[in-house]
């Protein structure tokens, strides 16, 4: 099992910047790629961002590239978000997600453990 924290969720108004985090636990957890998604009520969850800790490979949505940076802290199994530029349709709750393998992906059904989720809201 892998067991996924998110935290740094907050409000801030639109043009801010916030940084989540990510820590993974668990015997299972070894290098997997992980991703960040989010939700809005009434909405399907949508992917963000994937990063592979084997190949450094990255994977962004197009709506948050050039604005959100996906990285890791190694020695702390921790991935980051850096979200830049936030606008308000940035607000949703943001889930860190990790799969089986080392390949990342943007389908959220190849993830095979999640995190609770941190409120992301963004004020105009």
């Known amino acids: 099992q892998v067991q996924l924290v998110e935290s740094g969720g907050g409000l801030v108004q639109a043009g801010d910047s916030l940084r989540l985090a990510c820590t993974a636990s668990?015997?299972?957890?070894?290098?997997?790629?992980m991703g960040w998604f989010r939700q809005v009520p009434g909405k399907e969850r949508e992917f963000v961002a994937a990063y592979s800790w084997t190949s450094l490979k990255k994977l962004y949505a197009d709506s948050v590239k050039g604005r959100f940076t996906i990285s890791r802290d190694k020695a702390n199994k921790t991935l980051y978000l850096q979200m830049d530029a936030l606008k308000p349709e940035d607000t949703a709750v943001y889930y860190c997600?990790?799969?089986?393998?080392?390949?990342?992906?943007?389908?959220?059904?190849?993830?095979?453990?999640w995190g609770r989720g941190t409120q992301v809201t963004v004020s105009s």
């Open positions: 997600a990790a799969r089986r393998r080392y390949s990342p992906s943007i389908n959220l059904d190849e993830y095979d453990f």
């Open positions: 668990g015997p299972s957890f070894n290098e997997n790629a």
